[in-house]
């Protein structure tokens, strides 16, 4: 809080398509979706409908004895995506807590399958999965795990394949596979303590957009099944269709034993996260004895207003055909990002779907705040990561909103360049 002293907290009134309002009546392009949630704009007149319409019909029940149709309807489409293969979901409020699920799941289902060794966890340098205890523990970010370091049980850390280390002559095809040979390696070592590897398939955000080839995604399936390890896709970020295809796993063709949803799922509107398991995993628990049932609750899972607003997400998904519109739009956000990519300060521009990312060069300490300071005053709500500038817009920009997203981030960055 002592930074507001320089940057005072800016008032948000309202929000409408891609753009914030403040008290002032300033407005900024949100160029981040309000922390990668907002997929189709703030105050969306179809979304905000169906929230009015199940206002007057259920607000709350709890998901304990009782249910409701807005979550059984989600369950059921979010499964079929999957085509079944994914086809039982556990719900909570946010993206931590559905990584805390998955891992007290893992663990749950292979002591229940006799297998109680196994309670050991896998994360991948520079990965970020929550700031609970347990998403802690598999996060490899010394400002958020370090503070709390005492109360973790620290997971196994790995190479990531982050394709930026590609030596010259190699391709992130060929970082993919020395990455899972450094997995490999541990597999063989402990796969019978290890329950599950985590990973956030394709790019791993929070630590500077790191991207890798989908051969990685292919090449954990096979280890995890060949040693007895889970494999869990952390989407919270990157599933939603952010990545090009609604679940990131897609591009890799395979499916993990556990994927993580949140953030976009309700459109930004509403906490809701879910975790969706394989049928062997649900029988794990299938038991008469509680004490051999998943043991984890919240007060607000599967809200019914959450799962309205996420249903009404996916109807924007299937009736405006959004993921084969972003093509286009992310073709034309690319083109006009490219006097950006070809600046001699700027290292591996890069792009997966509606994601892009480039790293400065040459940056004194406090690049990052000043560059959000000075976006802010060209109306772009912008937040780089350490020297990594990143872009996660909504799915709703249209051509001049595009055009003048290109122009007034080339000019922050050359005005927070010339004067470092």
């Not at 309670?119 to 490899?140: N, P, Q, W």
């Not at 060949?226 to 990131?248: K, N, P, S, W």
Request: charged share 20%; aromatic share 10%; hydrophobic share 45%.
């Amino acid at each position: 809080m002592q930074h507001h002293e320089n940057l005072p907290l800016i008032p948000i009134s309202h929000g409408r398509g891609a753009w914030l309002f403040d008290a002032d009546g300033r407005r900024y392009l949100d160029g981040i979706s309000s922390w990668w949630v907002n997929l189709f704009g703030h105050a969306n007149p179809r979304i905000n409908a169906a929230l009015k319409d199940q206002l007057d019909k259920l607000e709350h029940v709890m998901l304990a004895g009782f249910t409701h149709e807005p979550v059984i309807t989600l369950s059921e489409k979010l499964a079929a995506k999957t085509g079944g293969a994914l086809g039982h979901c556990f719900y909570a409020s946010d993206g931590a807590s559905a990584v805390e699920i998955a891992l007290k799941m893992s663990f749950h289902s292979w002591s229940n399958s006799g297998l109680p060794a196994k309670r050991e966890f896998v994360c991948l340098k520079g990965s970020y999965h929550g700031e609970t205890i347990g998403a802690l523990a598999v996060t490899d970010v010394a400002l958020f795990r370090d503070a709390y370091g005492p109360l973790i049980h620290a997971a196994h850390v790995v190479m990531s394949p982050d394709a930026r280390q590609a030596v010259e002559g190699e391709t992130a095809a060929d970082v993919a596979r020395k990455a899972a040979a450094e997995v490999e390696q541990l597999f063989a070592q402990r796969g019978t303590q290890i329950a599950a590897i985590i990973v956030e398939p394709l790019v791993q955000c929070a630590t500077g957009f790191a991207m890798h080839d989908p051969l990685y995604l292919q090449l954990l399936r096979e280890l995890c099944d060949r040693y007895q390890v889970h494999l869990i896709a952390d989407e919270i970020a990157v599933g939603c269709g952010r990545t090009g295809t609604f679940f990131a796993c897609e591009q890799a063709h395979i499916w993990p034993d556990f994927l993580c949803l949140s953030k976009g799922i309700s459109g930004g509107y509403l906490p809701l996260s879910l975790v969706m398991s394989t049928d062997a995993v649900y029988q794990a628990f299938y038991h008469p004895d509680v004490r051999r049932g998943f043991l984890h609750s919240h007060s607000y899972t599967g809200n019914p207003l959450a799962c309205r607003a996420a249903l009404a997400t996916l109807e924007i998904f299937e009736q405006d055909d959004v993921l084969v519109n972003n093509q286009i739009r992310a073709e034309k956000i690319t083109r006009a990002l490219s006097p950006l990519a070809k600046h001699p300060q700027v290292r591996y521009f890069r792009q997966r779907g509606m994601i892009w990312a480039f790293d400065v060069v040459d940056v004194q300490p406090g690049f990052a705040g000043r560059f959000f300071a000075a976006a802010l005053e060209q109306e772009l709500l912008l937040r780089p990561i350490g020297n990594t500038v990143y872009l996660m817009p909504p799915y709703i920009l249209d051509d001049a909103e595009i055009t003048l997203l290109g122009q007034r981030i080339l000019s922050v960055f050359e005005q927070v360049i010339e004067h470092a």
